[in-house]
T-cell receptor, first 117, second 111 residues
């Protein structure tokens, strides 16, 4: 079965600093998608960044970037120049391209990020 | 831009009651999903649909039913509500097996 592990339940970072959230996953598939979602106190799930496994280049969206290590099955999120609005729960998610699997979409348990002013 | 809308936002049910959570999307997405999020946990997939008339089970389908008669709507039905179904429910949609867009969630309490 596919799994997603976020080993840091909570993290804190000083405003304007850089923080890295870790995510590891387990799969026997060679092609898949990986995502980071942000869930602020409003509970809305907001896509932060996505990565296609067949692409070696790490995805980047403004202050957000990932370090995708396919062989190590690692997908960490780096937030640069942290802002107060970045405070939220962050979820790492795996998506199989095989919709016949029961475990086609798996979310980690999340990392709560606090931004210190 | 409505995106994915869910109703109601909050609901309290008594054990054994039934209800339908509504989900509508206006992006003409083929794929739609229902998730539940328990406290301190990530989302778990309940049911999904790849198009009108086609639905299939996710990880945790027991106690729920869905239908997809139109592209836009994907209601989730709870029959005989149980305390274990107390959770936050999210509906999502996607164009294909790519990025999902989520609704604002429904907080359900079963007493």
């Amino acid at each position: 079965a596919q799994t997603v592990t976020q080993s840091q339940p909570e993290m804190s970072v000083q405003e304007a600093e850089t923080v890295t959230l870790s995510c590891t996953y387990d799969t026997s598939e060679s092609d898949y998608y990986l995502f980071w979602y942000k869930q602020p106190p409003s509970r809305q799930m907001i896509l932060v960044i996505r990565q296609e496994a067949y692409k070696q280049q790490n995805a980047t969206e403004n202050r957000f970037s990932v370090n995708f290590q396919k062989a190590a099955k690692s997908f960490s999120l780096k937030i640069s120049d942290s802002q107060l609005g970045d405070a939220a729960m962050y979820f790492c998610a795996y998506r199989s391209l095989d919709m016949n699997r029961d475990d086609k979409i798996i979310f980690g348990k999340g990392t709560r990020l606090h931004i210190l002013p | 831009n409505a995106g994915v809308t869910q109703t109601p936002k909050f609901r309290i049910l008594k054990i054994g009651q039934s209800m339908t959570l509504q989900c509508t999307q206006d992006m003409n997405h083929n794929y739609m999903y229902w998730y539940r999020q328990d406290p301190g946990m990530g989302l778990k997939l309940i049911y999904y649909s790849v198009g009108a008339g086609i639905t299939d089970k996710g990880e945790v389908p027991n106690g729920y039913n869905v239908s997809r008669s139109t592209t836009e709507d994907f209601p989730l039905r709870l029959e005989l509500a149980a305390p274990s179904q107390t959770s936050v429910y999210f509906c999502a949609s996607s164009r294909d097996t790519d990025t999902q867009y989520f609704g604002p969630g429904t907080r359900l309490t079963v007493l």
